[in-house]
């Protein structure tokens, strides 16, 4: 494993940490953040943990202008031994790149950025809370700073990692969460960027969030740009169902954002011989496997929520309830599993786990 050789400025001015309960999502930030440069034709420089502070940038910096940014989500765990525990952090890495490949952003070196995150984790290791349901959640990202109106990818790049001590996702926690299926709007199309972890796609969504919000819904599930049918993902969550004894998700079909939480579900879904495919599904289907009393459990899978169950579906002016509200076997389990595999209480039998 590559080491990065990282200058280092440690605050003299220590933040008061939060107390961990009712620790809302990504409100507080810890002492320190990591920062690296690039320009194009020199690479990558002056890698640097600092203070967590301001940054300046020049108004004319493209980010502000044609929203060339990506960035990453994940956690870091405390096990009861004290040791540091992150979840899959060579897939974020990984995905990272494959954003900044779509948005013509340059590559960073995986396993450098992975020990600069480290690093920065170390430091700040004290703000990683403890309690049940809290975890240190971890964004890399990067912008695009030169400063120039041309429509052009930029020549300077700015990548950063920011760490926030976090509760659970929804305030619903592990209870379903009641959501808006999407006929209105939507939120990308195969060709486009939603299979980017890129500032824009969130952007857009916001107008259809707002509206389910209003009418007491936590999230919508968009259905597909073209033929507004097939289902692809919820907000920041990729969508389970459970239909007769067998567990189905949309197939990524390049508008779906590839979460490492999805793909791990699907494995441990194979591990234990669980039927479990990727296909295109329909609402309409979804609609008749209610009605035939086959859609057993639906629920919503990322890094900050973990597992969502989903209670509610709102579609066609219809409650569809499923698993009447509650929490499904399947989807208690997986999060159990899951999140015991994340905090080092469960074995790993996949090492997905990361030793700080
Ligand atoms: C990040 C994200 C997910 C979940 O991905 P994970 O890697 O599991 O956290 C799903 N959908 C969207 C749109 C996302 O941004």
Request: hydrophobic fraction near 40%; charged fraction near 25%; aromatic fraction near 10%.
């Amino acid at each position: 494993m590559k080491e990065l050789e990282i200058a280092i400025t440690l605050s003299t001015d220590k933040k008061e940490k939060p107390s961990s309960d009712g620790l809302e999502f990504g409100k507080h930030f810890t002492d320190h953040m990591f920062i690296w440069d690039y320009t194009e034709g020199i690479g990558w420089s002056d890698p640097r943990i600092v203070p967590y502070q301001r940054i300046e940038l020049d108004p004319a910096a493209t980010v502000f202008h044609y929203g060339q940014t990506v960035f990453e989500g994940l956690k870091a765990y405390v096990t009861k031994d004290e040791q540091v525990l992150l979840f899959r952090p060579d897939q974020n890495m990984k995905r990272m790149n494959k954003s900044n490949n779509r948005l013509c952003m340059p590559a960073i070196d995986e396993e450098l950025a992975l020990s600069a995150l480290k690093q920065l984790i170390a430091i700040d290791r004290d703000w990683i809370p403890t309690a049940e349901g809290t975890s240190l959640y971890i964004r890399p990202f990067m912008i695009a700073t030169e400063p120039y109106l041309g429509v052009a990818p930029s020549k300077k790049y700015t990548f950063m990692i920011i760490l926030s001590p976090v509760g659970a996702y929804y305030k619903e926690g592990i209870n379903p969460v009641k959501i808006a299926v999407e006929s209105e709007y939507v939120r990308a199309v195969a060709g486009g960027t939603g299979d980017a972890k890129t500032a824009g796609n969130y952007a857009a969504s916001l107008k259809a969030s707002e509206i389910a919000s209003q009418h007491g819904y936590s999230q919508v599930l968009w259905l597909d740009g073209k033929e507004n049918q097939y289902i692809e993902e919820v907000g920041s969550m990729n969508i389970f169902f459970k239909i007769n004894g067998e567990v189905v998700t949309p197939s990524l079909n390049g508008s779906i954002l590839e979460g490492i939480t999805r793909k791990s579900i699907i494995e441990l879904l194979k591990y234990w011989n669980v039927p479990v495919s990727e296909r295109k599904i329909s609402i309409q289907e979804i609609e008749q496997y209610y009605r035939d009393g086959q859609l057993e459990e639906a629920f919503g899978t990322g890094t900050a929520a973990v597992i969502s169950p989903v209670g509610e579906l709102f579609w066609k002016n219809e409650r569809l309830l499923i698993n009447n509200g509650e929490i499904g076997a399947l989807s208690q389990k997986l999060y159990d599993t899951l999140t015991g595999i994340q905090t080092g209480t469960k074995p790993d039998p996949f090492g997905w786990t990361l030793k700080l």
